[in-house]
């Protein structure tokens, strides 16, 4: 028997347990795992999961340094104590399995070192797109491809936000209040609606798709609280839907971008098809073209399929060696490439500035004669070429005038904008979203 210590016994800690005690029907190598130790903050609370009370206990660095067990399964989220409880148990030899994107995006560097060191697998498919197996695939079967890119619509709250603000044509703030009411928004929302959530996850997917370490604050990201009824309404009236993507590619030179914006995605695409809560994730790599991946990118059950995955993953490496410890001289040579993290360098990463991409802007201006000359007389002369400018109707006593650009540099675009703000004309630019 494997024996396993699980930290958490929330939503996804709940849905781990059920899947380990109710093996019959699933994968064999299931009846090998045995739970040690369940960790939690609050004894007393009710558990829906039927678990002995023995098992469980709030202190959570006795399972870490638990001689006995073999895999910690990290499931209490944050920053810490997840992070010294997982560092702690590397230093214990045991492997980790998390569901943690948060402390993986931002202490990834530290935790991988320290388990190449101790010879032990720290496995993370839950962390990102929930029930979808997206981390092994990137690392096993599409392995062998030039990953190009990979676009993702990878946070649940925000595209059901976005896809109710589609369907009904509500404001954002009304929709994000609901929903915080539905249980599908925290009741802080910043890491989700500022985007994040899904800084995190494309940090992490970016680093598996092109080999190399990301530093999270290299990753741009911007959020849906900006987006109103009016632009969603101009979307579609424009054959778009507005989604937040999350957006990992190869630029020149080598480098890469990596960036969690809202976006225009042109409707007949895949991923404009994506609503609710699901996620889904684009891959773009040679000789393999695209494959998208789609599911259920949260909940308990879905994201406990994940959890569960990896800890087979491992079981099934530690039944082929079960006297790993007394061959090992080298602990990270003896690591099955397949499962461990093979880079140790960090990624040359591209400024948002140098990438080239199509804008949809929205002005409040004067209602005096000669605006979108102007506009289109200072976009000219930075280089800026327009695919289409409107004046579509008013708001209050301001005329609207939507435009669309070609692909166009950032940095071109900035500067546009910048003398554009001083046209005594432009009373306002409320809107500014890229364009897939
Ligand atoms: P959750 O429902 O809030 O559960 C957290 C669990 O950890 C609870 O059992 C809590 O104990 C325990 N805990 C928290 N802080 C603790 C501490 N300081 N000491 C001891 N125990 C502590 O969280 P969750 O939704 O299951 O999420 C767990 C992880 O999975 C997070 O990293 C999250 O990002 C990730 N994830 C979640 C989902 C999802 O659908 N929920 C999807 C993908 C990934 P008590 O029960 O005693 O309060």
């Known amino acids: 028997m494997v024996k396993i210590g699980i930290l958490g016994l929330g939503t996804v800690g709940t849905g781990t347990v059920q899947i380990l005690r109710d093996p019959v029907g699933r994968h064999h190598l299931l009846q090998s795992i045995e739970i040690q130790r369940v960790g939690v903050r609050s004894i007393d609370k009710p558990r829906v999961v039927d678990i002995p009370a023995d098992l469980i206990t709030t202190d959570l660095e006795s399972i870490v340094t638990d001689p006995e067990i073999d895999i910690i399964v990290e499931l209490i989220g944050g920053i810490e104590p997840a992070r010294s409880l997982m560092l702690k148990a590397i230093a214990h030899g045991k492997h980790v399995v998390t569901a943690n994107k948060a402390v993986i995006a931002k202490f990834g560097d530290e935790i991988f070192t320290a388990a190449n060191q101790s010879g032990v697998y720290v496995m993370l498919e839950a962390a990102v797109g929930g029930g979808i197996p997206v981390i092994q695939p990137l690392k096993q079967s599409l392995g062998v491809n030039r990953i190009h890119r990979v676009t993702g619509i990878i946070n649940g709250t925000t595209n059901y936000i976005l896809t109710r603000m589609t369907v009904e044509g509500g404001e954002f703030a009304d929709i994000l209040a609901d929903a915080q009411q539905l249980g599908y928004a925290e009741a802080d929302p910043t890491a989700d609606v500022d985007g994040l959530d899904a800084g995190d996850?494309?940090?992490?997917?970016?680093?598996?798709?092109?080999?190399?370490?990301?530093?999270?604050?290299?990753?741009?990201?911007?959020?849906?609280?900006?987006?109103?009824?009016?632009?969603?309404?101009?979307?579609?009236?424009?054959?778009?839907?507005?989604?937040?993507?999350?957006?990992?590619?190869?630029?020149?030179?080598?480098?890469?971008?990596?960036?969690?914006?809202?976006?225009?995605?042109?409707?007949?695409?895949?991923?404009?098809?994506?609503?609710?809560?699901?996620?889904?994730?684009?891959?773009?790599?040679?000789?393999?073209?695209?494959?998208?991946?789609?599911?259920?990118?949260?909940?308990?059950?879905?994201?406990?399929?994940?959890?569960?995955?990896?800890?087979?993953?491992?079981?099934?490496?530690?039944?082929?060696?079960?006297?790993?410890?007394?061959?090992?001289?080298?602990?990270?040579?003896?690591?099955?490439?397949?499962?461990?993290?093979?880079?140790?360098?960090?990624?040359?990463?591209?400024?948002?500035?140098?990438?080239?991409?199509?804008?949809?802007?929205?002005?409040?201006?004067?209602?005096?004669?000669?605006?979108?000359?102007?506009?289109?007389?200072?976009?000219?002369?930075?280089?800026?070429?327009?695919?289409?400018?409107?004046?579509?109707?008013?708001?209050?006593?301001?005329?609207?005038?939507?435009?669309?650009?070609?692909?166009?540099?950032?940095?071109?675009?900035?500067?546009?904008?910048?003398?554009?703000?001083?046209?005594?004309?432009?009373?306002?630019?409320?809107?500014?979203?890229?364009?897939?």
């Not at 591209?350 to 949809?360: G, I």
């Not at 004046?391 to 904008?417: K, M, N, P």
């Not at 009373?427 to 500014?432: G, K, N």
């Open 201 to 436: 996850k494309i940090a992490i997917l970016a680093s598996l798709a092109f080999g190399g370490r990301i530093k999270r604050e290299d990753v741009y990201c911007e959020g849906i609280r900006k987006i109103s009824a009016t632009d969603i309404a101009y979307a579609d009236k424009l054959n778009f839907v507005i989604k937040l993507l999350a957006i990992a590619e190869r630029v020149e030179d080598g480098q890469v971008s990596v960036r969690v914006h809202p976006t225009f995605v042109p409707k007949d695409r895949p991923l404009a098809t994506v609503n609710g809560v699901y996620n889904a994730i684009l891959i773009e790599g040679e000789p393999l073209g695209q494959v998208m991946l789609f599911g259920p990118g949260a909940g308990a059950g879905a994201t406990a399929s994940a959890v569960v995955s990896d800890l087979l993953a491992i079981v099934g490496v530690i039944n082929c060696n079960p006297h790993r410890e007394e061959v090992i001289d080298s602990p990270s040579t003896s690591l099955n490439p397949l499962l461990s993290c093979s880079h140790s360098h960090y990624t040359d990463m591209a400024p948002l500035t140098s990438l080239r991409s199509s804008f949809y802007v929205r002005f409040l201006c004067m209602d005096v004669p000669g605006v979108i000359g102007k506009l289109g007389t200072c976009f000219g002369a930075h280089h800026v070429s327009i695919e289409s400018i409107v004046q579509t109707g008013f708001q209050g006593d301001r005329a609207e005038i939507v435009v669309v650009t070609h692909d166009v540099s950032e940095a071109d675009f900035e500067s546009a904008l910048a003398e554009i703000r001083g046209l005594e004309a432009i009373d306002s630019i409320p809107s500014i979203i890229r364009v897939l």
